[in-house]
């Protein structure tokens, strides 16, 4: 499996160049060939142009996803990297609570930096010779720019004019995961409508030739990103929606806590055992309040009754692992990032004058936000 090399350019974040990259070069090359053969240019200055026309195109990405994470990161994301690949490129940060303000201007300064590349290379074609291989190359990447500002300025889910969409919607419906909503499936129009263009083109010529095949090829590889996409925020908007429900205290268990050593007597043979959790309070470590384990009501009901006074609880128990300890306030996001901050297979919820509420199982909450 091939890797994508990391590159270091300046202020930018890591660099990550997919090797889809080329084929995005090539693809390029192979579309925009005829036209510039059709236009007089000589053969050799016809392939030199459309190779380099497709290599300014990823500068042109690159231009475009550099200003989402300098934008980004002057409003406090933490940037990770970006991304050149097959279907582009794309910026990974993350941002625990951004302005709305923030979103939008993250959002819309990658199609303002593909605009401000298409008028530097306007204006290198009026200072050109008309008719020049200079000419042609700056003529083709402004229009080309200008393309891929107006096309992620579509108001559909992933593209920024979409993000930017959702961020207005969001506010105003005071619905973040109905305005997702919205524009995923704005965006999945859009992907349809990609499709059916070049469709419509080949029916009303009767007939695909080999340009328009490949351009039709390119469109479903377009298309099918689109709707990934549109799907992916689709998922994520009900994953927040589950996320958002969540509440500490009403998803924590009572349970009654048990020292590993007390005797199995000091529990009534007719017990939920499901409610018992013993609690070893001497291996306690970093956000653990120590090692927890669980009765195993097979286990209990074989020991007889008389030898019951003398067996410890943890004799008959399965251990769980660390216990780690969750506030009773702590809800939605807020709830789930401490879970993640210092994950463990169970938590126990405790009130503000420190007694315990009840326990929450990493397992049934995973359960909760897969929507089962």
């Not at 080949?202 to 490949?214: C, Y």
């Not at 039709?216 to 377009?222: E, F, G, K, N, Q």
């Not at 043979?269 to 018992?276: I, K």
């Amino acid at each position: 499996m091939m890797t994508s090399p990391t590159l270091r350019l300046g202020p930018l974040p890591p660099l990550r160049v997919s090797p889809g990259t080329l084929i995005t070069v090539l693809l390029f090359a192979v579309i925009m060939y005829p036209s510039l053969a059709r236009g007089g240019v000589a053969p050799t200055t016809a392939v030199l142009l459309a190779i380099g026309i497709g290599l300014f195109m990823i500068v042109s990405v690159l231009v475009h996803e550099g200003a989402h994470a300098l934008v980004a990161r002057a409003f406090g994301a933490s940037v990770d990297h970006i991304a050149l690949t097959l279907w582009g490129g794309h910026t990974q940060y993350r941002s625990r609570q951004m302005s709305t303000l923030g979103s939008l201007l993250v959002s819309l300064s990658g199609p303002l930096a593909n605009l401000l590349l298409a008028g530097l290379c306007f204006g290198a074609v009026q200072l050109s010779e008309p008719g020049t291989a200079l000419s042609v190359f700056v003529s083709i990447s402004s229009w080309l720019n200008l393309v891929l500002a107006v096309f992620n300025l579509l108001p559909g889910l992933p593209m920024d004019g979409g993000c930017a969409l959702e961020t207005l919607l969001g506010a105003a419906l005071k619905s973040p995961e109905l305005g997702t909503r919205i524009t995923a499936w704005l965006g999945r129009a859009i992907a349809v409508a990609v499709v059916a263009y070049p469709l419509w083109r080949i029916m009303r010529d009767g007939g695909a030739g080999g340009f328009s095949l490949l351009t039709l090829v390119w469109a479903l590889l377009i298309a099918g990103m689109l709707w990934q996409g549109a799907t992916q925020a689709l998922t994520g908007a009900a994953l927040q929606g589950r996320i958002r429900t969540l509440d500490a205290t009403s998803l924590a268990t009572p349970v009654r806590i048990l020292a590993p050593q007390a005797p199995l007597a000091d529990l009534d043979p007719s017990a939920d055992l499901s409610t018992v959790l013993i609690l070893d309070r001497t291996t306690t470590g970093p956000g653990s309040v120590g090692r927890a384990s669980r009765i195993d009501p097979a286990a209990a009901a074989a020991v007889p009754a008389a030898q019951r006074p003398g067996t410890p609880v943890l004799a008959v128990a399965r251990a769980i692992g660390e216990l780690g300890a969750l506030p009773a306030s702590l809800r939605g996001d807020d709830l789930i990032e401490a879970m993640l901050s210092r994950p463990a297979p169970a938590y126990l919820v405790l009130a503000e004058d420190g007694s315990a509420r009840g326990v929450i199982m990493s397992a049934d909450v995973n359960a909760l936000l897969r929507g089962r």
